[in-house]
C-alpha cells in the first residue's frame, strides 16, 4: 500500500490523469480496485486503500474494476526507484519477459542469483517477479476478452497462460468470473464499438497520460521510417511486423469514440490476424514505440525550468521518446545514420530492408518488406552488406552486432541494463558513444540516456566538450533523453 493516503484520496476525487496507472484505489464496500481517472462514485477515504501497482491490489484480494478497466492504465517508468536495477527489472517482467523465461534466466540477463531477483522486486515494489508477472498475464487476457473475438485457447497462449483451463480457474478465483462472463459484461456499453472492424484484424486499445503531441511524434517516426518497413500515411503510423516466426503488419491512430462526451486519452492498435499468437508482444512493443508509460506532465515541468529548453517544450509540449519495435532494427538504423544525413541513413535503411528483409503482402502499396533480417545479416559476407552503399568497416560493425545479437551476448530489450549495453557496443570497431547513447534512447526505452556527442546538441548547447555538456545537462535528470529530443526539436524550429 502507498503512504501517503490524504493525497491519494484526494487524487482519486479529482480524477488525476498524472496518477494514472501510478496509483490504483482498492474499495472495500466493492472488492473492486480503480484507477484514479475511474467515473464510479468515489467512496469515502475510509472505505479505501491505495497501491501503487495492479499487482499489490490484486495481491491484497481486489478485483479489477470493470468500468475504468485497469487493464489499461498505461503504467509508469520507474527511474524514481531507489534501485536501478529493481527498475530496469521490473520493466523487463512487465513486458513479458517471463512468459518465455524463468525466473532463473531472468536473473542470469542481470547476473544475478533467483533469491536476490526475488529480494530486489520485493523489498523495492513489495512483490515477488511472479506476482507482477501473473497479474499482468491474467490483465492481458481481460483485455483480449473485452476488445477481441479471440478464443480462450487463443487468449491464454497470447497472454502467457498454459492453457484454457487455467485462464478459466484464474479468472474465477481473482475476478470471480469466467471468461464467458468477463466477455459478456464486455459485450455491453463498454465494448469498444469506436469504428468498424476491419476483417481479418485485431484491434486493442492503448491508453496513455495527457498530453501526448501526437503530430510531433509522428513527424519524427516518419522522418526516420525504413522504407518499404514503415510509413505514415493519413495521420496514422504502419508497418510490417516480425515476432519469431509470426509476421504481418500493424497500423496506430488516435482512438476516437463518438459516443463518449469526454475525450479517451488513447491510441487504437490495429494488427493483421497473422499476428494472433504474438498480439500482447506486439502490444507491449508497441507501447515502448510511442512511450505511452511516460508522465509528459511531469517530466515538461521539470525540463522547462531551464530557460534553454523552454521555449521547444511549450511549442513541443507531451513530446515522448521514440521507442524502437525491434532493437536489432534500431541499432542498424543508427548504424547506418553514422555521418550521414537522416535522408541518406533512410535511403541505406530502405536498401537494407530490399537486400535482407522478406517480402510481405499489406494492405498498402509502401509497405512491402519486414525489417532486415538479424540472422540473415549475420551469415551474410562484409562486402555483400557493404554492396549497398556503405564503407566496408561500417559493414563489418553491422555484421558483428548482428552475429552478437544472433548469439545472445547483445540484449537490445528495454529493460537492460544500458551501462552494460553500452559497454559492450562500444567494444564493437566502428561504433562510438553516439550510437551507444542513441540505442540505449530508443531501443533500451532509458530515459536518461543522452548523446554527448551529438553535434545537434552541442550546437543548442553552445557546448563541445564533453565535461561541461555534463555539468550542463545535470539538473534534467533523469529525463535527458527527452531533453535530447526537445533539443533536436528546437533545431529544426522549436
Known amino acids: 500500500m502507498t503512504s501517503d493516503r490524504s493525497g491519494d484520496y484526494a487524487a482519486a476525487r479529482s480524477r488525476d490523469a498524472s496518477r494514472d ?72 517482467i512487465e513486458d513479458g519477459a517471463l512468459n518465455s523465461k524463468s525466473t532463473t534466466e531472468l536473473a542470469a540477463e542481470f547476473d544475478l542469483e533467483p533469491d536476490v531477483l526475488g529480494r530486489l522486486t520485493a523489498d523495492e515494489f513489495g512483490l515477488t517477479p511472479i506476482e507482477i508477472a501473473s497479474t499482468r498475464r491474467l490483465l492481458h487476457a481481460k483485455q483480449l476478452l473485452s476488445e477481441t473475438d479471440l478464443s480462450a485457447t487463443d487468449v491464454a497462449a497470447a497472454a502467457g497462460i498454459e492453457n484454457p483451463r487455467r485462464l478459466t480457474r484464474l479468472l474465477n478465483s481473482r475476478y470471480g468470473l469466467s471468461p464467458t462472463a468477463l466477455r459478456r459484461e464486455a459485450n455491453g456499453s463498454r465494448r469498444q464499438k469506436d469504428s468498424p472492424r476491419l476483417s481479418n484484424t485485431i484491434s486493442l486499445r492503448i491508453d496513455y497520460r495527457p498530453p501526448f503531441n501526437w503530430a510531433a511524434l509522428l513527424a519524427f517516426l516518419g522522418a526516420r521510417a525504413i522504407p518499404r518497413v514503415e510509413a505514415v500515411c493519413n495521420g496514422a503510423y504502419l508497418r510490417t511486423v516480425r515476432v519469431a516466426d509470426h509476421a504481418g503488419w500493424v ?98 535503411a530502405g536498401r537494407m530492408a530490399a537486400a535482407f528483409g522478406r517480402p510481405i503482402e499489406t494492405p498498402w502499396p509502401a509497405l512491402t518488406h519486414l525489417s532486415p533480417d538479424v540472422d540473415r545479416i549475420a551469415r551474410t559476407k562484409v562486402d555483400q552488406i557493404a554492396q549497398i552503399g556503405m564503407p566496408g568497416k561500417r559493414a563489418e560493425a553491422i555484421r558483428l552486432v548482428a552475429k552478437s545479437v544472433c548469439g545472445g551476448e547483445l540484449n537490445l530489450n528495454p529493460g537492460a541494463d544500458p551501462d552494460i549495453v553500452r559497454e559492450r557496443l562500444i567494444a564493437f570497431p566502428g561504433i562510438g558513444d553516439w550510437t551507444a547513447s542513441y540505442v540505449a534512447m530508443r531501443a533500451l526505452a532509458w530515459p536518461d540516456a543522452f548523446p554527448l556527442g551529438d553535434l545537434g546538441i552541442k550546437k543548442a548547447l553552445g557546448m563541445t566538450r564533453a565535461a561541461d555538456i555534463i555539468t550542463r545537462t545535470d539538473a534534467w535528470r533523469p529525463w535527458r533523453a527527452y531533453a535530447a529530443i526537445y533539443l533536436w526539436l528546437s533545431l529544426s524550429g522549436g
Open 251 to 348: 497500423a496506430v491512430m488516435p482512438y476516437s469514440d463518438s459516443r463518449r462526451a469526454r475525450p479517451i486519452h488513447a491510441l487504437r492498435l490495429v494488427m493483421s490476424d497473422t499476428l494472433r499468437p504474438v498480439c500482447i508482444e506486439v502490444l507491449t512493443r508497441m507501447k515502448t514505440v510511442f512511450d505511452t508509460r511516460a508522465n509528459a506532465t511531469e517530466i515538461d515541468a521539470q525540463l522547462a525550468d531551464d530557460p534553454l529548453l523552454e521555449p521547444s517544450v511549450k511549442m513541443h509540449a507531451g513530446m515522448r521518446l521514440p521507442g524502437a519495435f525491434d532493437g536489432f532494427e534500431l541499432l542498424l538504423r543508427a548504424i547506418l545514420g553514422q555521418q550521414v544525413s537522416v535522408k541518406g541513413a533512410t535511403t541505406l
Open 21 to 92: 496507472g501510478r496509483l490504483f484505489i482498492g474499495v472495500k464496500p466493492t472488492g473492486n480496485y480503480c484507477r484514479p481517472i475511474c467515473s464510479a462514485r468515489m467512496p469515502k477515504l475510509s472505505n479505501c486503500e491505495f497501491f501503487a501497482h495492479a499487482a499489490a491490489a490484486e495481491k491484497a484480494g481486489f478485483r479489477p474494476c470493470l468500468v475504468c478497466r485497469p487493464e489499461l492504465a498505461p503504467g509508469d517508468v520507474h527511474v524514481q526507484a531507489n534501485s536501478k536495477l529493481a527498475c530496469l527489472v521490473l520493466r523487463r
